[in-house]
């Protein structure tokens, strides 16, 4: 695993590059990716398990479900600014707009892991799929699209207070 995880992880950017024809969603998306790590240890300390094979198993599972999600809400992003849309716009309803499928591709996810929790075997790999998941896929609607809007230089909009000076 020490020499083909770094190998597909070069692939995935590779690919990614290529998708996007640039570096700047895909480093986007790469920065997004230690949020796994944040539901992996929490998950694992609290139901008490150690990282086992199968948990690394999990977090390379979790690496292309979080790649999947990003790509769905930086698509999305991307299209619009093509589109000549106003980018904070873009970003802010883009990121509403894609809340509800990440969201459900996700629940469905740690749903489908459950029966696992209790295998021997398995367990490990489903507190690592199900924690890790949960955790970075609400970290990454807030975190990608701030982590967008600072990659493209995007102000936020002054706000009216209502009150004339």
């Known amino acids: 695993m020490a020499v083909a995880f770094p190998a597909a992880i070069l692939i995935m950017f590779v690919i990614m590059v290529f ?7 895909t480093v986007i ?4 990716l230690p949020l796994i790590l944040i539901g992996v240890v929490l998950g694992l300390w609290v139901a008490g398990m150690d990282v ?3 948990a690394l198993v999990g977090v390379l599972s979790l690496v292309g479900m979080l790649a999947k999600n990003s ?3 930086l698509d999305q992003v991307s299209a619009d600014f093509a589109a000549g849309r106003d ?5 802010v309803e883009d990121g509403i707009s894609r809340l509800r499928p990440v969201s459900m591709s996700a629940i469905t996810t740690v749903l489908g892991m459950v029966p696992l929790i209790w295998d021997v075997m398995f367990g490990p790999m489903a507190v690592t799929i199900m924690a890790g998941l949960t955790v970075s896929t609400i970290l ?26």
């Open 19 to 25: 998708l996007f024809n640039g570096f700047r969603q």
């Open 29 to 32: 998306i790469f920065l997004c």
């Open 52 to 54: 086992s094979f199968l």
């Open 71 to 73: 790509i769905v809400l």
């Open 87 to 91: 980018k904070y716009e873009a970003i």
């Open 140 to 165: 990454t609607l807030l975190v990608i699209p701030v982590m967008t809007a600072v990659a493209y230089n995007v102000p936020c909009p002054e706000e009216d207070d209502g009150e004339d000076e």
